[in-house]
């Protein structure tokens, strides 16, 4: 699948990057990571501009944060009444346990792109809770070029070794992915036990 994204981006360059890093935020599966580490190791061998690369990533995960936002603000408290009811907290709990969770959003926000599922998350959550826009906005920036900066000067400087770590086998990656898939749903299931809590 990896090959494929790294065609995408060789065809149609600095477009290619930020429509994959938009999509990975919003929730539409993209290899953003690895896809990043691809670019720069590309930019090191002179296929891509770094500084072009960084703005395109920077730009892509920046849209996709606000994006995500407006959705979570226009309908994701409908959708959050909803599923509250199969998980058992009602529209007052929720409303508690947004409040809570703008006490941390901001730093949420910032540090969550480091963390795959919560960096798709935490928009969603922030437009639910109506968290302050120019505040969101900040963190959302603040966090945006940290990430993209760090996963693309590790490709620049280290990828070619990054690189070899994909070529696992398929039995490996299998463990790899089933692995950080049960740490995902472990965290969200946390994280509804502390809502609730929250919430009471």
Same mark, same amino acid.
């Given at each position: 699948?990896?090959?494929?994204?790294?065609?995408?981006?060789?065809?149609?360059?600095?477009?290619?990057?930020?429509?994959?890093?938009?999509?990975?935020?919003?929730?539409?599966?993209?290899?953003?990571?690895?896809? #990043?580490? $691809?670019?720069?190791? =590309? /930019?090191?061998?002179?296929?891509?501009?770094?500084?072009?690369? *960084? %703005?395109?990533? !920077?730009?892509?995960?920046?849209?996709?944060?606000?994006?995500?936002?407006?959705?979570?603000?226009?309908?994701?408290?409908?959708?959050?009444?909803?599923?509250?009811?199969?998980?058992?907290?009602?529209?007052?709990?929720?409303?508690?346990?947004?409040?809570?969770?703008?006490?941390?959003?901001?730093?949420?926000?910032?540090?969550?792109?480091?963390?795959?599922?919560?960096?798709?998350?935490?928009?969603?959550?922030?437009?639910?809770?109506?968290?302050?826009?120019? #505040?969101? $906005?900040?963190?959302? =920036? /603040?966090?945006?070029?940290?990430?993209?900066?760090?996963?693309? *000067? %590790?490709?620049? !400087?280290?990828?070619?070794?990054?690189?070899?770590?994909?070529?696992?086998?398929?039995?490996?990656?299998?463990?790899?992915?089933?692995?950080?898939?049960?740490?995902?749903?472990?965290?969200?299931?946390?994280?509804?036990?502390?809502?609730?809590?929250?919430?009471?």
């Amino acid at each position: 699948m990896l090959q494929h994204f790294q065609e995408f981006i060789a065809t149609y360059g600095d477009a290619a990057i930020f429509v994959l890093v938009f999509c990975g935020i919003v929730g539409i599966p993209a290899p953003e990571e690895s896809m #990043l580490v $691809f670019v720069g190791l =590309a /930019a090191s061998q002179g296929t891509l501009k770094l500084w072009s690369a *960084l %703005i395109a990533a !920077f730009s892509g995960s920046l849209t996709g944060m606000l994006t995500a936002y407006i959705l979570g603000a226009v309908l994701g408290h409908r959708i959050l009444v909803k599923i509250g009811k199969m998980i058992g907290i009602s529209e007052k709990k929720w409303d508690k346990a947004t409040t809570a969770f703008k006490k941390r959003a901001l730093w949420a926000v910032a540090f969550g792109f480091f963390i795959p599922g919560i960096r798709q998350l935490n928009p969603y959550l922030s437009g639910i809770s109506r968290l302050r826009f120019p #505040l969101y $906005f900040l963190s959302s =920036a /603040a966090g945006a070029l940290s990430w993209t900066t760090t996963f693309l *000067l %590790i490709g620049y !400087f280290v990828g070619d070794r990054f690189v070899k770590l994909l070529t696992l086998t398929p039995l490996a990656i299998g463990i790899g992915c089933s692995i950080i898939l049960a740490g995902f749903v472990l965290f969200v299931f946390i994280q509804v036990l502390l809502l609730r809590r929250q919430a009471e």
